[in-house]
């Protein structure tokens, strides 16, 4: 019987609904921030449980563990990890415009170096986020939602009073899109934000008069100023950005170049790397200008310092530095986050529009709460102040009442049965009363010092105070525009307490023109080891130590200085290195493996052949493999701008043997692994291009391949050790290319 409990289904539809919530699920739940409050989940459920803590900017710190592990108990079962990484981000003032917590301890530096672990740490809020952040959670200004495990409730939403997407900015990388936001003004997000609060058909041109870009709390110069509309129309584009340097002069009449500010996408490991990138300038010999470089940076700010000669140019050196390192670098805005629960790419007046909104709709509940609260203390004063009128008949009640029921009845509904009255005329008056039920209540808990005089004019003192507020209140509510400037003046007040100076600076500069020193063009001689190990020296120092570079290395050649050098490999490759890259120096200088300097790995392919191209130009070169596959390539067309390309095709299962430049040979000797020889003319090798197989120079039998490859002249006599003999390659009978050979005997 089949069980009715089993639920065929498509299993692609399954997977891609699946696949969809999970998508979703890390979209709005963790990777996005939310429009209204800039902040994402991890985020919020940080600040709102330091605030559950008690945490406050004015009261001791506490652990980081204490926040990290409360706040994953209760709202964010992710892992303590992030719940640290966000922590420490909202308190590192050089990630974030507006630090929202307050760190002590070591949470990590502007160079790389990560915080301490979370138990040696300790935070707290700051002022700013306390109050314009958190201060009205307790109005009912947003809706809580269940966390998790619906044990706890927690706010959907923050009650920021600020456009915080735009002060703090915000990056996140979520399932399909991210988000990157780029950091702004404090004072100038609140400028903008009064004027489409004032105006809200104000357009972005005319918003960007209060905010000209975004403000990197790192500093640095922005420009691309005339791009700046584009993107905040639009919401993504590309922010170009540079590091500030200025030029002090050292003694000596040296030029020092300092570098005081960094572009925002530089921090971190970053600028280990710069460091590194400006060192190598020097070692590549791509300047000649460096004399040291040393990172004086501190607390107090950047400050890295290069020493440069007394005849540099210093102008083209900083357009170099801007050119080939990170100094200057590109932002990619792409202001995407959550809007109505779904992500969606926004502009700056958009960001705007949705903040001011969410301000208006807080206002709104935070009034309406704080209405109700009156018109309910209003109630109870009026009645309290009606009840000291009339005291001594409210005390006759009490008196002659039974319990407290009896006594209240007659206070709200004029039921005076049961009641001792005095007189007729009480019993009368008492029936008249008509209080509420709320006035009841406060008459009968009513203490008898309310009865002195000066208590009873600060009633009335506070009942003229809440008529006051209920006026006030009921006006924001009625009129927009009394909201309006209720809301104006908590961003004033904001504004002016904690507005900062801009820090980045907005300009437009044409594009970093280098102009690169021509090269003195000289002769220098290439020098490998055994080991791959090359450099280059002058001449003169090898012509002081030639007997000892011809001995000691493998390759030994001249070239330029300003040339290539062509590395040939057994797997068919050329590699293309310049000789630049190597390092020129003394003849013991130990050099640097040529994988390094190319795309060549010792581990995967052996070297055949190294030349200097310049030498390949003019003559051909001779190609023989395993399977005795011969040809003859044109130098030239090694002459290549690519670092690495195919020197030849080969057969599946082959193999390069050798590569040579043909000068002077007049007979190649091909010597197979089962002893046979094979001596014929270097003529009778075709010449082919560098993409062609070749052709067979030597019948071999199926288990058989070339070993070795030998040149010789005519009338010059040249011998091999070959087993216990010397053998004269010049005695070897001459044949034809294509035969078998001949089988010559070891001993």
């Given at each position: 019987m089949e069980d009715n409990r089993i639920i065929k289904t498509e299993y692609s539809e399954v997977m891609q609904k699946s696949y969809v919530d999970y998508a979703m699920s890390v979209i709005i739940a963790r990777a996005l921030p939310d429009v209204r409050d800039g902040l994402k989940p991890v985020q919020r459920r940080t600040l709102y449980d330091m605030y559950e803590l008690g945490i406050r900017y004015d009261r001791p710190y506490r652990k980081s563990a204490r926040i990290v592990g409360d706040t994953m108990g209760k709202y964010h079962p992710h892992g303590d990890s992030s719940i640290y990484e966000a922590l420490v981000v909202m308190s590192q003032d050089f990630k974030k415009g507006l630090p929202l917590i307050d760190g002590h301890g070591n949470f990590g530096n502007i160079e790389g170096d990560g915080a301490a672990a979370m138990r040696y740490t300790e935070a707290r809020l700051e002022r700013i986020t306390q109050e314009a952040f958190l201060s009205d959670l307790d109005k009912d200004v947003v809706d809580f939602i269940p966390n998790f495990d619906e044990t706890e409730r927690e706010p959907s939403v923050l009650p920021v009073k600020v456009p915080n997407l735009l002060i703090n900015g915000s990056e996140g990388i979520a399932v399909g899109m991210a988000t990157s936001i780029p950091p702004h003004n404090l004072a100038e997000v609140i400028d903008a934000t009064k004027a489409y609060m004032l105006d809200e058909n104000i357009t972005t041109r005319e918003l960007m008069r209060y905010i000209k870009g975004p403000d990197f709390p790192t500093g640095g110069i922005v420009i691309n100023e005339d791009d700046m509309l584009d993107i905040y129309e639009t919401g993504s584009g590309k922010i170009k950005l540079r590091g500030k340097v200025e030029i002090e002069k050292a003694k000596g009449g040296k030029t020092n170049l300092v570098i005081t500010e960094i572009p925002y996408t530089m921090i971190g490991a970053n600028i280990g790397k710069f460091l590194m990138d400006v060192a190598s300038l020097a070692e590549t010999k791509k300047t000649q200008d460096i004399l040291d470089i040393t990172n004086q940076s501190s607390k107090e700010g950047i400050r890295i310092v290069i020493e440069l000669r007394k005849d540099a140019d210093v102008e083209n050196f900083k357009n170099m530095l801007f050119k080939k390192t990170r100094l200057e670098d590109t932002f990619g805005v792409n202001m995407l986050a959550i809007c109505d629960g779904r992500p969606e790419t926004m502009g700056l007046k958009q960001i705007i529009s949705e903040s001011v909104r969410f301000q208006y709709e807080v206002a709104a509940r935070k009034y309406k709460n704080l209405l109700e609260k009156e018109l309910d203390r209003k109630e109870i004063q009026e009645g309290l102040i009606k009840a000291c009128n009339v005291i001594d008949l409210i005390i006759e009640i009490l008196r002659g009442s039974k319990d407290?029921?009896?006594?209240?009845?007659?206070?709200?509904?004029?039921?005076?049965?049961?009641?001792?009255?005095?007189?007729?005329?009480?019993?009368?008056?008492?029936?008249?009363?008509?209080f509420s039920e709320k006035q009841a209540n406060a008459i009968l808990d009513m203490r008898l010092y309310k009865l002195i005089g000066l208590e009873i004019e600060a009633l009335?003192?506070?009942?003229?105070?809440?008529?006051?507020?209920?006026?006030?209140?009921?006006?924001?509510?009625?009129?927009?525009?009394?909201?309006?400037?209720?809301?104006?003046?908590?961003?004033?007040?904001?504004?002016?307490?904690?507005?900062?100076?801009?820090?980045?600076?907005?300009?437009?500069?044409?594009?970093?023109?280098?102009?690169?020193?021509?090269?003195?063009?000289?002769?220098?001689?290439?020098?490998?080891?055994?080991?791959?190990?090359?450099?280059?020296?002058?001449?003169?120092?090898?012509?002081?130590?030639?007997?000892?570079?011809?001995?000691?290395?493998?390759?030994?050649?001249?070239?330029?200085?300003?040339?290539?050098?062509?590395?040939?490999?057994?797997?068919?490759?050329?590699?293309?290195?310049?000789?630049?890259?190597?390092?020129?120096?003394?003849?013991?200088?130990?050099?640097?493996?040529?994988?390094?300097?190319?795309?060549?790995?010792?581990?995967?392919?052996?070297?055949?052949?190294?030349?200097?191209?310049?030498?390949?130009?003019?003559?051909?070169?001779?190609?023989?493999?395993?399977?005795?596959?011969?040809?003859?390539?044109?130098?030239?067309?090694?002459?290549?701008?690519?670092?690495?390309?195919?020197?030849?095709?080969?057969?599946?299962?082959?193999?390069?043997?050798?590569?040579?430049?043909?000068?002077?040979?007049?007979?190649?000797?091909?010597?197979?692994?089962?002893?046979?020889?094979?001596?014929?003319?270097?003529?009778?090798?075709?010449?082919?291009?560098?993409?062609?197989?070749?052709?067979?120079?030597?019948?071999?039998?199926?288990?058989?391949?070339?070993?070795?490859?030998?040149?010789?002249?005519?009338?010059?006599?040249?011998?091999?050790?070959?087993?216990?003999?010397?053998?004269?390659?010049?005695?070897?009978?001459?044949?034809?290319?294509?035969?078998?050979?001949?089988?010559?005997?070891?001993?």
């Open positions: 407290r029921t009896m006594a209240r009845t007659c206070l709200v509904e004029g039921k005076t049965e049961g009641i001792k009255f005095k007189s007729k005329e009480s019993k009368v008056m008492a029936a008249q009363l008509c009335i003192n506070e009942h003229e105070e809440t008529m006051a507020n209920i006026y006030r209140y009921e006006d924001i509510l009625a009129r927009r525009d009394s909201m309006a400037q209720v809301i104006i003046n908590e961003l004033d007040k904001i504004k002016d307490q904690y507005q900062k100076k801009r820090k980045t600076q907005i300009t437009n500069a044409g594009e970093a023109v280098y102009v690169e020193k021509k090269i003195e063009e000289m002769d220098i001689v290439f020098l490998m080891d055994r080991f791959g190990y090359a450099r280059t020296i002058d001449m003169p120092t090898y012509e002081r130590n030639k007997e000892a570079a011809d001995t000691e290395n493998r390759y030994v050649f001249q070239c330029k200085n300003t040339g290539k050098i062509c590395l040939f490999t057994n797997t068919g490759q050329l590699h293309t290195l310049k000789v630049m890259d190597l390092p020129f120096g003394k003849f013991r200088d130990k050099g640097v493996p040529v994988d390094n300097v190319s795309n060549y790995d010792s581990a995967k392919e052996t070297l055949i052949y190294a030349a200097s191209q310049s030498e390949l130009n003019l003559y051909r070169v001779i190609f023989a493999t395993r399977q005795a596959m011969l040809k003859v390539v044109d130098g030239g067309e090694f002459d290549v701008a690519k670092r690495t390309v195919a020197a030849t095709k080969l057969l599946d299962g082959d193999e390069v043997v050798s590569v040579v430049a043909y000068k002077e040979q007049r007979n190649i000797i091909l010597q197979s692994k089962a002893g046979y020889f094979l001596r014929f003319a270097v003529e009778e090798i075709p010449e082919k291009k560098k993409g062609a197989i070749g052709v067979r120079g030597m019948r071999l039998n199926a288990t058989d391949e070339i070993e070795a490859v030998y040149y010789s002249q005519n009338a010059v006599e040249q011998s091999i050790p070959y087993g216990n003999k010397e053998l004269e390659l010049n005695k070897i009978k001459l044949g034809k290319r294509d035969g078998k050979g001949v089988k010559v005997r070891q001993s």
